[in-house]
């Protein structure tokens, strides 16, 4: 890495506070070569894969269950599964006791073999009217009556083999199949239980639920934030606490279009399916998964406690009480150069609008702000009036906004950050550097550093700390503290 310009910002030489973790105090001064910065730990930018993904908790469901009922009513006398057995489609479930059903085929076959005499009988006797009628000794009224007998006896034949079709089907209704291979996921009834029919008013009573758990899914709810960057077809990782060694992969499925609202936070529901092939995950296991939304393979990075955004650095410049000049310099420059080389479209397109509404209220754009000195856009702010500031106030919001949206849009796009390296002089000095995918520990390094350089965390505490003692130092008489 090129060394840093030994006067980046003016004022105090950008001399960091040393932090002394030990006692928790933070100490101003200058460091020595021998003694780099007391306190302060290192990290070493490496090679690494980098993998981004967004994180939830969720359960194991089964995608499709079916409710199992019976046909026909009455006594169970059989239940010929367990909970959690897996069956063949058409196995047997659950037998109820076909008395009745048994009596009333009985009585449908009988009549069946009524309605065939009778039906033999009519057509007999109209065959003999009619022969009798031709030799002019059966009247016309005669075979006219035996006519219309062969007639109802058909009729009376086709109704009972039509009520017997129906007996042998609630006969048959009696032992209850399985509707699909799987798996019985709830048992509600047991041997000597009444039950009702499906076809009652009431809708019958559920024997049984069936799930096929070949393929599973996860119901995850995911903050609106990162809702941006999931979508179908993503790869997810899912654990269990029943195997904490093993990780089972799904693939995003889809985001339910409808926010749930918890606690004053909006989430959305995302469905992932899992292969199950093993039956290992069951319905209702709690799971962790994470969405891999980008990846890296092979690339420069840095432990994420090393890199700071520019609210941060410009967080801790402020707490140090050191120029902010160089600084707001170095972020516009590096802001330009990202614009230039890779701007998303979106945040492109958001510029154009905020400078066709910088347009039309007749304030200056974005790109002509970040033109000016700190001295002139201190200046031009003072001459604005309340409500050109509040414009301009809310035009700095969307364009902000608009950057956040695109920078979640896609997680790798090119960002600003900095650094603390350490000059030839022995100081610490903010270096500013691109960034791209990060995920819990590490991010990509696309631009500023290179392979073993050494950087500091600086903790962002130290902030805090500071804040405490500007407090302290306005509200208190204590030696050594002036008011």
């Known amino acids: 890495m090129k060394a840093m310009t030994r006067n980046v910002m003016s004022g105090a030489a950008l001399t960091v506070a040393v932090l002394a973790v030990s006692a928790g105090v933070v100490a101003c001064g200058t460091s020595s070569a021998d003694e780099p910065a007391m306190g302060l730990t290192t990290v070493t930018t490496e090679v690494k894969d980098i993998t981004s993904a967004v994180a939830a908790t969720g359960t194991i469901e089964p995608i499709r269950v079916i409710d199992v009922k019976s046909q026909a009513s009455g006594e169970v006398r059989e239940v010929g599964v367990e909970l959690g057995d897996n069956v063949e489609r058409g196995a047997l479930l659950v037998r109820i006791d076909p008395r009745d059903v048994r009596n009333a085929h009985n009585q449908a076959q009988a009549d069946l073999d009524v309605a065939e005499a009778r039906y033999t009988v009519a057509q007999r006797k109209l065959e003999r009217s009619a022969d009798l009628r031709e030799s002019q000794v059966v009247t016309e009224e005669e075979y006219e009556s035996a006519l219309l007998e062969e007639a109802n006896a058909r009729a009376a034949l086709v109704k009972a083999e039509t009520n017997l079709e129906l007996a042998a089907d609630r006969l048959n209704d009696v032992a209850v199949g399985a509707p699909i291979a799987g798996t019985v996921v709830e048992k509600t009834v047991e041997e000597g239980q009444i039950i009702t029919s499906a076809k009652e008013m009431t809708g019958g009573t559920?024997?049984?639920?069936?799930?096929?758990?070949?393929?599973?899914?996860?119901?995850?709810?995911?903050?609106?934030?990162?809702?941006?960057?999931?979508?179908?077809?993503?790869?997810?990782?899912?654990?269990?606490?029943?195997?904490?060694?093993?990780?089972?992969?799904?693939?995003?499925?889809?985001?339910?279009?409808?926010?749930?609202?918890e606690q004053n936070v909006t989430l959305f529901a995302v469905l992932t399916r899992i292969q199950n092939r093993q039956g290992l995950l069951k319905p209702g296991m709690n799971a962790d998964v994470e969405i891999v939304i980008g990846a890296r393979d092979g690339v420069l990075a840095l432990?994420?406690?090393?890199?700071?955004?520019?609210?941060?650095?410009?967080?801790?410049?402020?707490?140090?009480?050191?120029?902010?000049?160089?600084?707001?310099?170095?972020?516009?420059?590096?802001?330009?150069?990202?614009?230039?080389?890779?701007t998303p479209a979106t945040e492109a397109d958001s510029e154009a609008?905020?400078?066709?509404?910088?347009?039309?209220?007749?304030?200056?754009?974005?790109?002509?702000?970040?033109?000016?000195?700190?001295?002139?856009?201190?200046?031009?702010?003072?001459?604005?009036?309340?409500?050109?500031?509040?414009?301009?106030?809310?035009?700095?919001?969307?364009?902000?906004?608009?950057?956040?949206?695109?920078?979640?849009?896609?997680?790798?796009?090119?960002?600003?950050?900095?650094?603390?390296?350490?000059?030839?002089?022995?100081?610490?000095?903010?270096?500013?550097?691109?960034?791209?995918?990060?995920?819990?520990?590490?991010?990509?390094?696309?631009?500023?550093?290179?392979?073993?350089?050494?950087?500091?965390?600086?903790?962002?505490?130290?902030?805090?700390?500071?804040?405490?003692?500007?407090?302290?130092?306005?509200?208190?008489?204590?030696?050594?503290m002036g008011r």
Do not use: C
């Not at 899914?217 to 999931?230: A, F, H, K, P, S």
């Not at 179908?232 to 992969?249: H, N, R």
């Not at 002509?368 to 500031?389: K, T």
């Not at 600003?416 to 350490?422: K, L, Y």
């Open 206 to 261: 559920i024997l049984l639920r069936m799930a096929d758990l070949n393929e599973v899914q996860v119901r995850t709810l995911v903050d609106e934030t990162d809702i941006g960057v999931i979508e179908p077809g993503l790869q997810a990782t899912i654990k269990v606490e029943a195997y904490p060694d093993q990780d089972f992969t799904g693939t995003v499925l889809q985001v339910e279009p409808q926010a749930v609202v």
């Open 303 to 342: 432990a994420n406690g090393g890199i700071k955004t520019v609210d941060e650095a410009r967080a801790l410049v402020d707490a140090l009480g050191l120029d902010t000049e160089l600084l707001q310099q170095r972020v516009e420059a590096q802001a330009e150069g990202d614009s230039a080389t890779d």
């Open 353 to 480: 609008g905020n400078s066709e509404q910088a347009e039309e209220s007749g304030l200056p754009s974005m790109e002509q702000i970040q033109a000016m000195s700190q001295d002139e856009r201190r200046e031009f702010m003072q001459n604005l009036s309340a409500g050109e500031r509040q414009r301009m106030f809310a035009m700095f919001q969307e364009a902000r906004e608009a950057r956040e949206r695109a920078e979640r849009a896609n997680p790798a796009s090119p960002k600003p950050a900095f650094v603390f390296v350490e000059t030839p002089e022995g100081q610490l000095t903010l270096h500013p550097i691109t960034i791209g995918l990060s995920d819990w520990d590490y991010t990509e390094i696309i631009a500023g550093l290179s392979e073993g350089d050494v950087v500091f965390q600086v903790p962002q505490g130290l902030v805090q700390q500071s804040e405490m003692l500007e407090f302290m130092r306005r509200r208190t008489s204590m030696p050594g």
